[in-house]
């Protein structure tokens, strides 16, 4: 039984398995997608998101924590400089699996595709704007001269809009009352 056994040592040793995780990180921050088996990637996404998240702070402790695990200096530079300018405002989730359906010949293991989410540019929609961020807080943002004017007058409007039906039922019991 695997009670509690939160690695998944993919049939080798640490230093193997290390140095594995290593390369195929370096070759999905290089070329923003790579083709590999899905257990492999999953431990992949575990390993490579937290480096991701550092990257975030550009310094120079974070570029050589990211270096003992890399060993690249063409994927840390990579790294800090492409891959985090996109994913700057993103508050997680930088990777994305994707099963390919087929078996490998070999040994029928699943195949999948691992790549960059920010990177991806089918999924992007054309002309679509970033959404500004949410607030987290419970305080109300405060409304800039224009969004407040926007909004007085769209409020005016909803009143008379209201007020109108309101007018015209009055106007109706009116006549009634005169017959």
């Not at 960059?116 to 679509?128: C, E, R, S, T, W």
């Not at 001269?145 to 005016?156: I, L, M, R, Y």
Request: charged share 35%; glycine share 6%; hydrophobic share 35%.
């Amino acid at each position: 039984m695997r009670h509690g056994k939160k690695v998944n040592h993919l049939g080798r040793k640490s230093a193997h398995r290390q140095a594995l995780l290593s390369n195929m990180a370096s070759s999905l921050i290089l070329n923003k997608r790579i083709t590999t088996t899905l257990a492999k990637a999953k431990a992949l996404r575990k390993y490579v998101e937290p480096l991701i998240t550092k990257s975030k702070n550009d310094t120079t402790h974070s570029r050589r924590v990211v270096f003992s695990y890399l060993q690249n200096k063409d994927s840390v530079s990579t790294l800090f400089g492409e891959v985090a300018s996109r994913i700057a405002d993103r508050p997680g989730g930088y990777t994305r699996i994707i099963k390919l359906g087929d078996a490998r010949l070999g040994d029928s293991a699943e195949m999948c595709l691992m790549e960059l989410v920010d990177f991806n540019d089918i999924y992007k929609k054309d002309g679509a704007e970033k959404k500004a961020k949410t607030r987290r807080g419970r305080a109300k943002a405060k409304k800039t001269g224009d969004e407040a004017e926007v909004v007085e007058a769209a409020a005016t409007e909803e009143k008379e809009e209201k007020k109108a039906p309101a007018k015209k039922a009055a106007k109706k019991t009116t006549k009634k009352k005169d017959k």
